[in-house]
């Protein structure tokens, strides 16, 4: 939760900054800001927020008080609380306050945020799975005489999750801001009745998550805080992702436009494999914004109409181009739930319960063993040779295709390196007689890069999607523009011609216009002005269309964006400002309000604050128009601030920094050239 001296803080550096950032961007953001401050100093009686409540209690260190001397269960008590509210943390959560052997957290507090619920259900899963963890570690200290009965003793957990307003202020005489209200009553009452090992939700909550987590119902309880019985669920796991269903949220809705025959041809490519009992592997080929992955959505209903088939997503995670077989680690790292900053000995549990649901218990363990040091999801204490973590890969494929059908969908393959390329070729020809599709999306560079790519000893199918035609651009349009009443001919003509067809480019067109106010949605009047469109210079290109939007930047934000698009497509504000003498929080407000990046949820390096961009052509373009000299600079900066992190998370940090300074030595001689 941010607080009043960050707010004050916050508002004095853009003071501080409004010649560089300009009157018209200094203003808009001191106006939210000041709007936040507003509202946090004027907390009263109707103080109210819309938050999730998590509230953890612990069972089981009696025991251990009884038998252990009070150092050593303080140290104990310490090291796990450490670890349970970075989880908390890890999801956006707050820890509000520490009772006993308990935990409230609060998710929501700050205004905007998004998929409140399910951060809190996850944290609370991802709770259970380190106390699990910890368990393990603890029977395997010695504590000498009492070590028998404390391994006949584990560590539990119940935790209970609510949803709704609770007054968030300070309370009696304390100068510390606390949540009170019926929903933090409620969420306490729920963890006590939920079961050791457990999470209990209300039904606030589930009505929230119900699509994204496996939940058990229980009879209705009893609560002090309302009169009628409440549903209650115990939360068992969760789902798996469907392909594109965290992003699909997001992205702009609109009907599926002039991919009839696409859609035919590859359902049929699809279910003719699946019929047949055996494997294929299909590329979807097309540049980038003209609808690979929508494709594939709408595909998948239509595929589980005629029976249970698995999915398996992957696709090549940005920051991750330099690891080894990143594309196959996402794949496994999405199906068995593991967060990018669960690296290690909680990414190798998630793998054994995964594979657990596949082989006997000592076959999965021998198969983490293999995998995890193999795809860098776990350390590693021995080289894995490539032979050994193709036949496990293997193994556990066709484990899973011979349970139901498999589609392994690959996305972003232009840009996997070519040990996941040769995996991935590796697993198609093993796998031939089996029901495993792979799907393949990829923009045509994939071509370019590896030409000779995949070489197969069976024909491999391919879908080409090409742009749009004319009319339905003009459909996409209509869709995208239905509650403008009077659509002129001569603006649809304009993108149309303008567009050439991109879906995405048409979309990013019409927002770049409503910025510019050509498209006016107000409370007065919904149209289009067409005397404005003639002074708004359209680009011919979508790539054209971002290096507009780059241009009309502040000087400023447009180096802060050099900056971090040079550390990476993901990045730290540590890592950036330690780039600069220039205080960069005010730019990435600035920056992330006008969705060019935004903040996640978890960071690879501890107490730093994590951003990726939006879009990668925004980074593209910002890395491009960085100048040799400032791109030797920071990847030198970049790779000594890394190495500087003892507490990361980053999987094979050392191979990120070794990028760093071969980059940094390559944009040196290209200088020195000049």
């Not at 879908?463 to 996409?476: E, G």
């Not at 600079?633 to 998370?649: E, F, G, I, M």
Request: net charge negative; with cysteine; aromatic share 8%.
């Amino acid at each position: 939760m941010i607080t009043q001296y960050e707010l004050e803080r916050a508002i004095e550096a853009i003071e501080q900054h409004r010649a560089v950032l300009g009157a018209q961007v200094a203003d808009t953001a001191v106006a939210a800001l000041r709007e936040k401050l507003a509202s946090l100093l004027e907390m009263a009686d109707d103080a109210y927020k819309q938050i999730t409540v998590l509230v953890a209690d612990l069972s089981g260190f009696t025991v251990m008080s009884e038998l252990l001397d009070a150092e050593r269960v303080r140290d104990l008590m310490n090291a796990m609380w450490q670890r349970l509210d970075h989880v908390i943390t890890m999801w956006g959560g707050v820890v509000d306050k520490h009772l006993g052997d308990g935990v409230i957290a609060l998710f929501g507090l700050a205004e905007g945020e998004e998929d409140v619920a399910e951060r809190a259900v996850q944290a609370a899963l991802d709770m259970q799975l380190e106390l699990s963890v910890l368990n393990e570690r603890i029977q395997q200290l010695d504590y000498g005489q009492f070590g028998w009965r404390l391994r006949q003793r584990r560590l539990q957990m119940r935790i209970g999750v609510h949803a709704g307003p609770v007054y968030w202020g300070h309370v009696g005489s304390s100068d510390a801001y606390t949540a009170v209200g019926d929903t933090v009553t409620i969420a306490q009452q729920l963890e006590s009745l939920a079961p050791l090992g457990g999470t209990l939700i209300g039904e606030a909550v589930y009505d929230q998550v119900t699509e994204l987590f496996q939940v058990r119902p229980l009879p209705p309880v009893t609560v002090t805080a309302q009169p009628l019985p409440l549903p209650v669920y115990v939360v068992e796991r969760e789902r798996p992702v469907a392909f594109g269903q965290r992003t699909e949220r997001r992205e702009m809705q609109t009907h599926l436009i002039g991919r009839d025959l696409a859609l035919m041809e590859l359902q049929q490519l699809v279910q003719a494999t699946l019929d047949g009992g055996f494997g294929q592997l299909i590329t979807v080929i097309g540049d980038v914004g003209v609808g690979k992955s929508r494709l594939l959505r709408e595909l998948l209903p239509l595929l589980q109409m005629g029976g249970d088939v698995a999915v398996w997503p992957g696709r090549v995670q940005p920051e991750l181009t330099h690891l080894p077989y990143a594309l196959l680690r996402d794949m496994l790292a999405q199906q068995f739930g593991i967060r990018r900053w669960q690296y290690g000995r909680v990414a190798h549990e998630k793998l054994l319960r995964g594979l657990a649901t596949l082989f006997p218990p000592e076959e999965a363990e021998h198969l983490v063993r293999q995998l995890g040091p193999f795809l860098a999801l776990t350390d590693a204490v021995a080289a894995i040779p490539q032979e050994v973590g193709f036949a496990a890969m293997a193994a556990v494929l066709t484990a899973a295709a011979r349970l139901r059908p498999t589609l392994l969908i690959l996305d972003d393959v232009q840009d996997a390196d070519a040990d996941s390329l040769a995996l991935v070729e590796y697993l198609a020809e093993v796998c031939e007689d089996i029901p495993l599709i792979l799907i393949i999306l990829a923009r045509p560079r994939l071509a370019q890069r590896h030409a000779a790519w995949p070489q197969l000893s069976w024909p491999v199918e391919t879908v080409r999607l090409s742009p749009l035609t004319s009319i339905d651009a003009r459909h996409l349009l209509h869709d995208l523009l239905q509650d403008i009443p009077v659509l002129p001919q001569v603006a649809l003509d304009m993108v149309v011609a303008a567009t050439q067809g991109n879906p995405l480019f048409i979309m990013e067109l019409v927002t770049y216009l409503a910025a510019h106010d050509v498209i006016e949605r107000s409370a007065e009047a919904r149209r289009i002005h067409l005397g404005r469109l003639q002074t708004v210079a359209v680009p011919a290109t979508l790539r054209g269309l971002f290096w507009a939007q780059f241009n009309q930047l502040k000087p400023e934000e447009r180096q802060v964006l050099q900056l971090a698009a040079i550390i990476g497509p993901v990045f730290w504000d540590g890592a950036l400002q330690a780039c600069t003498t220039e205080n960069i929080a005010p730019f990435l407000y600035v920056l992330g309000q006008r969705g060019i990046v935004r903040l996640r949820y978890g960071s690879y390096v501890a107490r730093w604050q994590e951003y990726e961009f939006q879009h990668d052509w925004w980074h593209t373009i910002a890395y491009e128009s960085a100048p040799p000299s400032l791109r030797a600079s920071v990847h030198r900066q970049a790779a000594a601030w890394l190495l500087a992190q003892t507490d990361n998370l980053f999987p094979r940090l050392s191979l990120l920094i070794a990028w760093h300074q071969e980059r940094g030595a390559t944009h040196s001689a290209a200088h020195r050239e000049r």
